[in-house]
């Protein structure tokens, strides 16, 4: 389960964990001195912090920002990305506190091998030992085509089952024993993948500015695999690069004053 305090401190949470979930993940922690404190309350760890910062952030050398605190190394604990991630091992469950502020802008900024090397690095460590395991790029938004990877042994299963219907799986070209498949869901909330995974999902009214970045870094890719399809006739019969240029200056334009707006 990866989540922020107030979705894993949820009824659906502790079902999900007495079903046999084996790991958690915090993210996106307003105010970790406190949060600290309640996630221990509620699971049982021994997660501490010092602030290491007097600025706002603290900037890793993978460019990643993170809130100016470290986790204090302990005994059973294992603290990765210079002390930002901390993960416990409470024998039947592994815990885990993020201090990231933020891995998707690496996404949106073009650097896909990075961010998916992150989160690799987070979900090696948080993940049971396992023959097989999921992953899925985060944030889930409603509406949106999103894509989850399995790798894993099970090579026979074609398809699997979320939100009631039956998704397929597609063969990765590369890993004989990767697949993904593409989904989507109308409605936020938690979701169920294949019984062995949930994923939450955001609505889209929720982080909105992560929400429009997204839909814009959306049109661009859609835009160049439209011209790359096209080929030497993008000269001839494409559409000016000016009109994308002045698209491009609207979308933005548009994100920069949405947040002022909700003020």
């Known amino acids: ?17 007495n079903s046999g979930v084996v790991s958690v993940l915090m993210m996106n922690s307003q105010n970790p001195e406190i949060e600290i404190k ?70 949106l900024s073009g650097d896909t091998i990075a961010y998916e090397r992150i989160w690799d690095e987070i979900l090696s460590e948080i993940s049971p030992n396992e023959l097989e395991n999921w992953k899925y790029d985060a944030p889930v938004f409603s509406n949106q085509v999103n894509k989850v990877y399995y790798n894993g042994i099970n090579s026979e299963s074609k398809a699997i089952i979320f939100d009631g219907d039956s998704i397929f799986f597609q063969q990765d070209i590369i890993n004989p024993n990767t697949k993904f498949a593409n989904f989507s869901s109308q409605e936020s909330g938690w979701k169920t993948i294949a019984d062995s995974l949930e994923i939450y999902v955001y609505g889209e009214n929720e982080l909105k500015p992560i929400h429009s970045q997204l839909a814009i870094s959306n049109f661009f890719k859609s835009q160049n695999m439209i011209q790359e399809e096209a080929g030497g006739e993008t000269e001839i019969t494409g559409i000016s690069d000016w009109f994308w240029l002045s698209i491009f200056l609207l979308l933005f334009g548009l994100l920069w004053l949405e947040p002022r707006l909700n003020y």
């Open 38 to 107: 309640e996630l221990n309350e509620l699971f049982g760890t021994s997660f501490q912090i010092n602030r290491s910062s007097s600025d706002e952030f603290r900037l890793l050398e993978s460019g990643i920002e993170v809130l100016p605190y470290s986790f204090v190394p302990k005994a059973g604990q294992k603290l990765i990305f210079d002390n930002s991630i901390a993960v416990e091992n409470l024998g039947n469950l592994k815990v885990g506190m993020s201090l990231f502020s933020q891995t998707f802008p690496k996404y």
């Open 1 to 17: 389960l990866i989540g922020d305090l107030s979705q894993l401190k949820t009824k659906r949470t502790k079902e999900e964990l």
